[in-house]
């Protein structure tokens, strides 16, 4: 069993800042895991934002190379996003996703928006 809650969104102005976290537990969650982050803003089908295996950033989608950054802290069991010089297009409901024995574990996301 795995759980992963999401956290750190909010309202923040263009060219903002803003850090998500998401924490894993249960017990099949590993903090070496397989992980990503993914988005999905309103009419718009989910996205890939970025992948990790065992702390280190795999890839990231174009829309946001330059400004995202994911890490990890596996002492904590969490899985953060940094994500910089926000834009409108950005705006969205964020998710962090774990694969555990082959299964993919989703939070139930946290909101970003970014307008003026």
């Known amino acids: 069993q795995v759980q992963l809650v999401e956290s750190g969104g909010g309202l923040v102005q263009p060219g903002g800042s803003l850090r998500l976290s998401c924490v894993g537990s249960?017990?099949?969650?590993?903090?070496?895991?397989?992980m990503g982050w993914y988005r999905q803003a309103p009419g718009k089908q989910r996205e890939l934002v970025a992948t990790t295996t065992r702390g280190a950033t795999i890839s990231y989608t174009d829309a946001v190379k330059g400004r995202f950054t994911v890490s990890r802290d596996t002492a904590k069991n969490t899985m953060y996003l940094q994500m910089n010089n926000l834009k409108p297009e950005d705006t969205a409901v964020y998710y962090c996703?774990?694969?555990?024995?082959?299964?993919?574990?989703w939070g139930q996301g946290t909101q970003v928006t970014v307008s003026s």
């Open positions: 996703k774990s694969n555990s024995w082959g299964v993919d574990y």
């Open positions: 249960g017990s099949r969650f590993s903090p070496y895991a397989a």
